[in-house]
Structures are given as C-alpha cells and as structure tokens.
C-alpha cells in the first residue's frame, strides 16, 4: 500500500509543481513584476496559513491513523469536531486579513504604480481565498490518516488544474491585475473544499451530518495539536521571514522577483510531500505497534528518497538556474542578476527538504515539543539578523542567513531523531542515507558543468540541464541501498504485470 501511495503522491505531487509553475510564470509574464508582488505575497500568506495543515492537519492525519489500530468507529465522530475547529479557525483567519489589509497596505507593502486601495482590496480577497482553502485541509488530512491517497492526489490534481485555469485565465481574458487573479483563486477555493467535502463524505458515511461534541476526545488531541501547531507556527515564520522581510523593506517588484526565485525553490520542496505524507501514517502505525526494525527501514528508505530528490533539485537550480530564470522571466539579464539568489535559496529549502524524515518520526513518536525547540533556536538566531543587515546587503542577504537557520535545524533534527526506537542507528544513517547521495549528485553535477561550454544558447542549457538531472537522480538512486533493490526489480515488476493481463485476456 505504501508503494501504490507514494506512486499517486508523485502523480499528484508533478501535476502540483505544474500549477504552481504554471501560476508563477504565467502570472509574471501577464501582469508584470509589481502586480505580481502581490501574488507572491499572496503565496506567502497561503504558507503561514500552511499552519493549519502542519500543525493541526497532521494531529487528524496521526488520530485517524492511529483509530484505524484502536476503534475504526469513532472517526466519524472525530473529524466531525475537528471540521468544526477548521471552521472557526478559517473564520478567524479571513477576519484577521481583513482587519489588517489597511494597514498592510498603508505601511507595510511597497507600490510605485499601485494604489493604495487597490491593494487594500487585494488583500481582502487573499484572505477569503486562503480561509476557504484552508478548510480543504481537514478533508485531506483524513483522506492521508485512512491512507487513501489515490483519492486525494486525483482530487488535488483535478482541483489544481481548475485552479490554474481560472487563475491565468482571468489574467488574460478579465484584466492583467492581481485584483481578477485573487478572484479566480476563491472560485477555485470553493470548488476545491467542496469535492474533498464530498468524497470524505463518502468513505466516513455520517462524518458532515450532525454529531454530539466530544470535549474530551477534542481536548486530549488538541494538547498534541497545540504544541504541533506552535512548532509549525515557528519553523514556518523562519521558512517566510525572508519574504516578508523583503515585501518590507525594498520596493513591490523587486519583491515580485524574490517571490518568484522563492516560488521555484518552494516547489523544489514540495518534491519530499509525497514520501512523508505516505510514509508518515505507517510510521505511527509502527511506533503504535512498537514494531522496531519495520520503523528502522521504513526511516531508513524515507531519508534516502528524500536526500536523492532534494539533491538532484537543488543541484539543476544552482548549477543552471541564470538557464530556469531566463526561461521563467524572458529576461536574460533578470536571469544572471537573481541566478546568485536563486542558488542560495535552492541550497537553505533544501536543507529544509531534509529534515522531513526526522521530523515525521518525531512526530510519529509524538514529540512535536523538539520541533517547537528547535525552530525557537533557529528564530532567535534568524530573524535579527535579517531584519538589520537586509536593508544594506539587499536580497542576497536573507538567502544567505536563511542557509545558516537550516543547517543548524537540520543538525539539530538529526542529532535528536536517534534518541528513541531508533537509538544506535545514526552512523548507519549517515554512511546509507547521506553521504552517498551527497557525493553522487555533487559530482554528477560538477563534471557535467566543468564540461559545458559557456554562452550556449538557451535551449541547449536547458537541454542539458534536464539530461544532468535525470543522470544525477539515477546515479543517486543506485547509490542508495534502500532504494537500489526497488530500481532493480521495477524492469520485473513490469514485465510481470504485462504477463499476468496477457494469461488474463480473453482468447
């Protein structure tokens, strides 16, 4: 099942990356670097509301996992008093950006051909679109805790494609204007929440009819939630305080180029979602049944796939990003200029990227408290620095801090992932599931790039962008000796398949 789960997360994770690629250079492209400022704003938002899905999504993921072992009959009754907290927490988050658009808008964002109240109004409906997607979180937590992702990637991808078709479509057909761009987003939002609503419905008969509150069911998850929520909050604030720094202090359309080098790296990390969200639930179900060396593997092929797909993306945004930015902007100038930055943020979301599978076991184990501390430490370090050395270095300087936050996270998520089931185990770890990775991608990258000539036309750079890719990915796979076994035995599989629908088939 956890094959089948990582298979449709990949499937709905690749149509996801496009949406959001889609979004970011078509939206560039239609409405210009400033009007797109507020688009990238709008993203940044969309990530601190992400709480909801990191914190308190994850609580359900985990509760409802861990039911399927105890009382399978009690789900409905626990994702009805959970849709009940999304509600109040979409409603107060809608508030909250409508009480502060004026300000927001005043004082914080910077426009030079923007009215002030045009941007007021932007950030009214960037609250509405956010408070109704938001919602979507609780159905697709449940659908992830029973382990029917199938159903929830087939519904993402459906959804994302509406939403990036209403999104450039009212760019181009209503007007270039983030203004008609937010408005499409809440349609899509609505029909989003809406079919993750229903398909719930249908594999928890009962769940959206009425139901008696359960306060102590309510209470005993939301101590866990609390403390998970308060951990994502943290680590979330550090991921986005580089843009919201920037949105600050340097004027809206250099921000909107930061957000856009920011939105291909954020896609970058998206890359470890469909690995941690189908390993995650099994991971709970072990630690439940103190099944030891089935979580030890389990961690063990999780921290390789991650490192593999981390790498390899980081590697083609640094050693060919001035090609993926020239590409994405139309402007070869712009792409040289914010190559640098790019790298940087390529290497701290990465770094980023990797402590997933430690964080997902923590979780598993039920210790959102080290995360929480963790991302505390790094914050305290970050945020200063940020705040008084952007306004001289400019928007390399955040990229740069933001690499230090999470190396330090990184170390700090793994020197305390090993200090329970799976104690013992970190040299293992490190001389499997990292160095080898490391060292594949990093030389498959740098020989391909010694090789290359300079100032070769754009299509060839990303020709061969692309090829040193998918060698770097295959060379780090073979290297990984979790994941080896599965490249080697895909050819049989297949093969296999094919001969039992021909034994099958009807003379």
């Known amino acids: 099942m956890i094959a089948r789960n990582v298979l449709a997360n990949l499937v709905g994770m690749a149509v996801s990356i496009g949406v959001q690629t889609g979004l970011a250079f078509g939206g560039y492209r239609l409405a210009g670097a400033e009007q797109y400022g507020l688009i990238g704003f709008f993203t940044v938002l969309l990530i601190a509301a992400a709480i909801f899905d990191n914190g308190l999504g994850q609580t359900v993921t985990r509760a409802v996992a861990r039911n399927q072992v105890e009382a399978p009959a009690a789900t409905g009754t626990l994702v009805f008093n959970f849709t009940l907290i999304y509600l109040g927490l979409a409603g107060a988050l809608i508030l909250l950006v409508w009480v502060l658009s004026p300000l927001l808008a005043e004082y914080w964002l910077k426009p030079e051909h923007i009215s002030t109240a045009e941007v007021r109004d932007c950030l009214v409906l960037m609250g509405f679109a956010i408070g109704i997607q938001r919602l979507r979180g609780i159905f697709q937590a449940t659908l992830e805790g029973l382990e029917r992702q199938v159903l929830s990637n087939m519904l993402l991808s459906v959804t994302g494609l509406l939403r990036l078709g209403l999104g450039l479509g009212a760019l181009a057909f209503v007007a270039p204007t983030a203004e008609a761009f937010f408005w499409g987003q809440i349609l899509a939002s609505l029909c989003e929440t809406g079919a993750f609503a229903c398909a719930v419905a249908r594999v928890v008969p009962g769940v959206l009819a009425p139901q008696r509150l359960e306060g102590g069911l309510i209470w005993q998850t939301l101590r866990f939630a609390g403390v998970n929520m308060a951990a994502a909050a943290t680590g979330t604030v550090v991921q986005i305080a580089d843009s919201l720094v920037v949105s600050a202090m340097l004027p809206l359309a250099v921000f909107g180029k930061y957000s856009l080098v920011s939105t291909m790296c954020s896609a970058m990390v998206r890359l470890t979602a469909p690995l941690i969200t189908a390993a995650f639930p099994r991971m709970a179900a072990y630690v439940r049944a103190e099944r030891g060396a089935e979580l030890r593997a389990l961690f063990f092929t999780a921290s390789q796939a991650t490192f593999v797909l981390m790498l390899t993306a980081a590697g083609a945004l640094i050693f060919f990003g001035d090609a993926f930015l020239e590409l994405v902007s139309g402007d070869a100038a712009a792409g040289a200029a914010f190559a640098p930055v790019l790298a940087a943020l390529a290497i701290a979301y990465a770094l980023s990227g990797l402590c997933r599978p430690s964080h997902a076991l923590q979780m598993a184990e039920g210790d959102p408290a080290t995360a929480l501390k963790i991302n505390l430490v790094t914050g305290v370090l970050y945020l200063p620095a940020i705040i008084l050395l952007t306004p001289r270095f400019g928007v390399i300087l955040p990229a740069l801090c933001l ?105």
């Open 403 to 507: 690499i230090g936050a999470n190396g330090l996270a990184l170390a700090l998520f793994t020197a305390t992932a090993f200090r329970a089931r799976l104690k013992g185990a970190a040299v293992p770890w490190l001389a499997s599931s990292v160095l080898p990775q490391i060292l594949a991608v990093g030389l498959t990258y740098a020989g391909v790039r010694l090789l290359t000539e300079e100032n070769l036309p754009l299509p060839a750079r990303l020709a061969i962008a692309v090829v040193t890719s998918g060698l770097a990915l295959g060379v780090a796979v073979l290297a990984s000796s979790h994941l080896r076994p599965h490249l080697m035995q895909a050819p049989r599989r297949v093969l296999a398949v094919l001969r039992r629908g021909r034994e099958e088939r009807p003379a």
